[in-house]
């Protein structure tokens, strides 16, 4: 989920295991949404993206579920290795006629083998 | 390609000091972002370039920061004079016009003492 202040939420996985990473959006006529992964001393890398006609999109080993209804959007991650260990961001395009996205504060996901 | 490319990667000065920090974006892609990236408040995004020309620049925390954009190949954002507090990771990230998808840079570590 997102997190507020210094710490970021963290979610502790065993490799093999699945995982879910939550995040609430605040805006809803955002109509784009993105999950970036950022790895220590990396840039922010594009996972998968979804627009807002869609409730669900997979990747390769990749899903995001998105849920307007309730403005909530998570992604799985099948069979987590330790390469995936990193933060993952959520980010929003608010519909403001720009290509902006607003990003949310991450969450760490630690996969221990 | 080379993705977008950030120079310096880490940036150490003194209080008060100018320091200007370089980005090349993506070759073809128009559209350009400057961000910044602190515990406290996550990835902000400071100024958004199309075509060169600066569309939104309302993240852009006050007049001592300063972004130009002369050419389709470089951009540069300066901070004068600087401050303790503008300690943080610059990144800048670009995208084709209409693209939501950015790239983002390997971010500049700026420490100013």
């Known amino acids: 989920g997102e997190s507020v202040g210094l710490h970021l939420p963290t979610l502790s996985v065993q490799e093999g295991d699945n995982s879910i990473i939550n995040c609430a959006y605040s805006?809803?006529?955002?109509?784009?949404f993105i999950w970036y992964k950022q790895e220590s001393g990396k840039g922010p890398q594009f996972i998968i993206d979804i627009r807002s006609n869609m409730d669900k999109r997979q990747g390769q080993r990749v899903t995001v579920l998105l849920n307007k209804t309730v403005k909530h959007l998570s992604l799985q991650i099948a069979a987590t290795q330790p390469g995936d260990s990193a933060v993952y961001f959520c980010a929003e395009n608010r519909a403001s006629g720009y290509s902006t996205l607003t990003f949310g504060k991450g969450t760490m996901l630690l996969v221990s083998p | 390609d080379a993705g977008v490319i950030q120079s310096p990667r880490h940036e150490v000065t003194e209080m008060g000091q100018e320091v200007t920090l370089r980005c090349k974006p993506i070759s073809g892609h128009n559209s350009l972002f400057w961000y910044r990236q602190t515990m406290m408040r996550g990835l902000e995004l400071l100024i958004y370039f199309n075509n060169n020309v600066p569309i939104d620049d309302s993240g852009m925390p006050e007049d001592r920061f300063s972004a130009k954009m002369p050419n389709a190949s470089f951009s540069t954002l300066k901070i004068q004079p600087s401050e303790p507090r503008d300690s943080a990771v610059y990144f800048c990230?670009?995208?084709?016009?209409?693209?939501?998808?950015?790239?983002f840079g390997p971010g500049t570590r700026l420490t100013v003492t």
């Open positions: 990230a670009s995208s084709l016009k209409g693209d939501y998808e950015q790239y």
């Open positions: 805006n809803s006529a955002s109509d784009y």
